[in-house]
């Protein structure tokens, strides 16, 4: 597989005398044993054997062999070079450790084949930099925008370049810091390369992220090719584009793998949970420098060691000797599999070249060719089943407040991320800056009919004629809800006399979407109207029957039980809470279940909160389409200036909301991750004791390994103070006491609790080992057996993620972030707290990479970071947006009738054709400089 490491100048490069052989990597010993490598290398006339001196001056930005500057220097705390590994699984390692000279030899050259190939690969789409201009921010009278420290405001363009590819240095080693067989080559790429223009300039390093996994995914399908053949040795099933040689067992493999004994021995000792934070502390607490022992003595006790588990030499020959034949490939089932609703569009609606190779790797159980992977890519991107979509916008633009300077402009780009890179730049004269690189996306034929059919009924269904309540009705029951806003009033109206098939409500959080739903569910009552509420989640559901009378169910449960009872009512009215996380395809089936009994369906939800997990963007292509009724005010929060701030974090610009919340003493830096959530609990902990009351205060983190620190902090401060009563009960890793918040993570109607359900714990049953729980969103007490504790579906319950408290509202919020942070997590989290929302954040810390030994990451200011990750927008986007045309733009037919709908193939090329012509007609038009953003 693929592994990724920045190598920052400032850390890595000393003076040569300052080297210390016995910890660098690559200059251990004082010469560095490696390959000049890429194309890059090779234009600058390196080959052969890299010289310690030379090795130097790669990291320095200059010509290895010249010493000659390339471009302009790196910042001192820029990024020098990076570290891409290659690193086989475990089992390949062992067929070179135990094998003969010979085996050892075509084990090699088969990972350097592979190595050879998906480098080639990587470098090939990952290697341009980026051109960038600076202009002056003008205000509407001409005049230069100052920040507020009087310094002029900058915007800097940016544009891709293509280069000349890497220079680079290769590295192989054979063995791990444990003394363990591990064989893997590092590559160590310059942060410099020369453009097509002829201007050296540091990497777009987006795109080795970017294009990772296909390169990793490539790497191992090469490889199991090359060893099918060479030795013919069979594969155990492929899982994550890895796969252990078949004849290995798994404890066979762990006996080899000490380090990570070593680590889970250490975590064990310390008392610290199995978590990637606490294994990440393990990396750092054993790391030691490696021994460098002589291969001939370490194969000496590898050999013993495989005897003592079984690994014999008669036991090896049996697994390298097997059939040397490769499975031929069906394309028509593999295409099949990519195509369908379970293939590529699983989980997003569109896809790049890269997400098919990665698929195609992953799918060849034994391997094959880099050549035939990309084929066996090209022959399915122009199947009937895909449609190109158009290329993806490469120019960029972002606002740098800094003045000017080449250092700012380089930071400003490093800080524009992936969300600017949606946006199409182009001259005044309406042309496109110069760049390399569009690359294009696609989607299948099946998922853009699903969207374009269900549009299309939408549509249709403006005013036609569908439930709607008697105009004194409707007032009457607005009488009785006096602290409804204008906006809510307005969005009751709208729902009840609309007649739409489909209506949408958006508003974010807090805004009061469904104290309107009470008012629907009771009109549609008062009309004798059959209404029911649906969500994807049981909790979800709950909520919205608990908050508004509408007796509501899941989504799974709704849509099997009318398939398998004959559909909705007939002129039912559905409900759809948090519409906005339910993907495309459950959508259509709701909308379809809604048609089929001529009923209304009312979704309410919110595009800028968590983004669906299944291929979606459906309900933002309705909003931007039908006549959507949106709130805009926030009646959750206390504080006006930060209801202000949260519209600016869900809008943008992020800084500005970063900045307030700094100036209001909401942001907290601790000093490390350990540090940041020691003071999170503490101010939680604070807070609830003061108010008396643990469901006052909820702490809330964005994965499940900082969670479950965050969660045992808090319980051992509780048991500390006494605070928590009776006898205790121990079940798995967790002590449950009377007092104990806790939450259930399983759906179990006859127990009564659903999933995401918060509760506080009032009685312990050590003799039936079952508790007694009072739900937060329903005092009546609850029995959890023992068979539910067992199987791990209760936690502690005084933190979560954000996706679990999506829906929950408390009095403060403590919110923990990182890097991987982005604009709608970010937002759903600090709109949780109706009093305060505080947020705790972590400075960055090392990757939990075994072989990443270069790694070390920026040192740049903890509150920059986070500005550039709230720049990140996980939103979904349906393909049918991303094919160039506008919103609307359906009813315009400048290629004549569309096909029948039966025709999808034919239905959506002429879908396509017709946006492109569209966005053509548009790009003449436009005067100025015409940024071609989403909504």
């Not at 992020?654 to 307030?660: K, L, M, N, T, V």
């Not at 928590?724 to 179990?748: H, I, K, M, S, Y």
């Not at 127990?751 to 729980?773: C, F, K, M, P």
Request: hydrophobic share 35%.
């Amino acid at each position: 597989m693929l592994s990724l490491a920045k190598a920052a100048k400032d850390y890595y490069l000393r003076k040569l005398g300052e080297v210390s052989p016995g910890e660098d990597y690559y200059l251990r010993g004082g010469t560095a044993a490696g390959r000049w490598c890429g194309n890059g290398a090779a234009e600058l006339g390196l080959e052969g054997a890299v010289s310690v001196e030379g090795l130097v001056r790669l990291f320095d930005g200059q010509h290895p062999a010249t010493g000659e500057r390339l471009g302009r220097s790196l910042r001192r705390d820029g990024v020098a070079a990076w570290d891409v590994t290659f690193s086989a699984d475990k089992s390949v390692s062992l067929l070179w450790a135990l094998g003969d000279d010979e085996t050892r030899r075509q084990v090699v050259a088969a990972f350097e084949a592979a190595t050879t190939s998906a480098l080639g690969y990587f470098e090939s789409v990952a290697s341009a930099t980026r051109g960038a201009t600076k202009t002056a921010v003008l205000d509407d009278n001409g005049d230069q925008v100052v920040n507020e420290n009087g310094t002029p405001r900058f915007r800097v363009e940016t544009w891709p370049i293509d280069t000349s590819g890497y220079v680079a240095a290769s590295f192989t080693e054979f063995t791990s810091r444990a003394d363990d067989p591990q064989l893997h080559t590092h590559v160590v790429v310059a942060n410099k390369a020369k453009g097509e223009d002829g201007v050296w300039r540091t990497i777009d390093g987006r795109l080795l992220y970017r294009y990772q996994l296909a390169a990793g995914y490539l790497h191992e399908a090469v490889l199991r090719h090359e060893l099918t053949e060479r030795f013919g040795v069979r594969w155990q099933p492929v899982h994550s584009g890895m796969a252990d040689v078949e004849g290995f067992t798994r404890p066979q493999i762990e006996a080899f793998s000490r380090r990570r004994h070593q680590l889970e021995t250490w975590r064990e000792e310390q008392g610290l949970p199995d978590t990637p934070a606490a294994r990440q502390v393990a990396v750092l607490a054993t790391r030691s420098p490696k021994q460098d022992r002589p291969l001939a003595d370490l194969q000496v006790e590898w050999k013993q060691r495989a005897v003592e588990v079984g690994i014999t030499p008669d036991r090896l020959t049996q697994v390298m000797g097997r059939s040397r034949e490769v499975a031929p490939v069906d394309p028509t089932k593999l295409f099949e599999m990519l195509a369908s609703p379970e293939g590529l569009t699983e989980r997003v609606s569109t896809f790049e070249r890269a997400e098919v190779i990665k698929e195609i790797a992953g799918a060849l159980p034994e391997g094959g060719s880099c050549n035939q992977i990309e084929k066996l890519s090209e022959a399915f991107l122009e199947t009937r089943d895909v449609v190109a979509l158009l290329p993806t916008p490469s120019t960029e633009y972002v606002e740098e407040p800094e003045g000017p300077g080449d250092a700012a402009v380089d930071r400003a780009v490093e800080l524009a991320g992936d969300e600017l890179g949606r946006r199409l730049m182009r001259r005044r004269d309406g042309s496109l800056f110069p760049g390399g690189r569009h690359e294009r996306r696609y989607s299948t034929s099946e998922l853009l009919a699903t969207e374009q059919r269900i549009i299309d009924e939408a549509l249709a269904g403006i005013g036609a004629g569908r439930w709607t309540a008697p105009d004194r009705l409707i007032e009457a029951r607005l009488r009785r809800h006096r602290h409804l806003t204008d906006g809510q009033r307005e969005m009751v109206r709208r729902f009840a006399t609309s007649g739409n098939t489909v209506d949408v409500g958006i508003g974010p959080a807090g805004s009061g979407k469904t104290a309107v739903m009470a008012v629907i569910g009771q009109l549609a009552a008062l009309t004798g109207t059959p209404i029911v509420g649906t969500a994807l989640a049981g909790r979800t559901a709950a909520g919205l029957q608990q908050a508004t009378g509408i007796p509501s169910v899941t989504l799974t449960r709704l849509i099997g039980e009318s398939q398998h009872g004959g559909g909705a009512p007939d002129g039912a009215i559905v409900v759809v809470d948090e519409a906005g996380m339910v993907g495309t395809r459950h959508l259509a089936n709701v909308a379809d279940l809604v048609e089929r009994a001529s009923g209304k369906l009312i979704l309410i939800g919110d595009d800028r909160q968590l983004p669906e997990i299944y291929a979606g963007g459906l309900f933002r292509a309705l909003a931007t389409r039908l006549p959507s009724v949106e709130l805009t005010n926030n009646i959750r929060q206390q504080h006006e200036w930060e209801r202000s701030a949260l519209a600016q974090l869900r809008n943008g610009p992020a800084g500005e909301a970063i900045e307030e919340y700094r100036q209001r003493g909401r942001i907290n830096i601790g000093q490390n991750r350990d540090d940041t959530i020691a003071r999170a609990v503490a101010d939680w902990y604070r807070h609830v004791t003061a108010a008396g009351d643990l469901t006052s205060g909820l702490l809330i983190a964005h994965n499940n390994a900082t969670v479950a620190d965050l969660n045992q902090h808090a319980r051992s401060l509780l048991a500390a103070a006494n605070r928590l009563d009776g006898p205790a009960l121990e079940t798995g890793e967790r002590v449950f006491q009377a007092g104990d918040r806790v939450l259930c993570r399983q759906n179990q109607s006859r127990l009564g609790v659903l999933n995401g359900d918060l509760a506080t714990i009032t009685g312990v049953d050590q003799e039936t080992r079952s508790l007694t729980v009072c739900l937060d969103r329903d005092p009546e007490p609850r029995d959890v057996p023992v068979w539910y504790l067992e199987q791990g579906h209760v936690d502690y319950g005084y933190a979560m993620t954000g996706h679990k408290a999506q829906g929950v509202t408390t009095g403060r919020a403590f919110v923990v972030v990182d890097g991987n942070t982005d604009r709608e997590w970010a937002y759903v989290a600090m709109s949780r707290g109706r009093q305060d929302n505080t947020l705790y954040l972590a400075n960055p810390e090392p990757a939990d990479e075994q072989c990443t030994h270069l790694t070390h990451q920026d040192s740049h200011d903890s509150l920059e970071g986070l500005t550039a990750a709230l720049l990140r927008s996980s939103a979904q986007i349906a393909a049918i947006d991303q094919t160039g045309g506008t919103p609307g733009a359906h009813d315009v037919d400048p290629l004549g009738p569309p096909p029948p709908s039966s025709d999808v193939a034919a239905r959506v090329a002429w879908e396509i054709a017709k946006r492109q012509t569209e966005r053509d007609e548009a790009q003449h038009r436009a005067p100025g400089l015409d940024l071609a953003a989403g909504r």
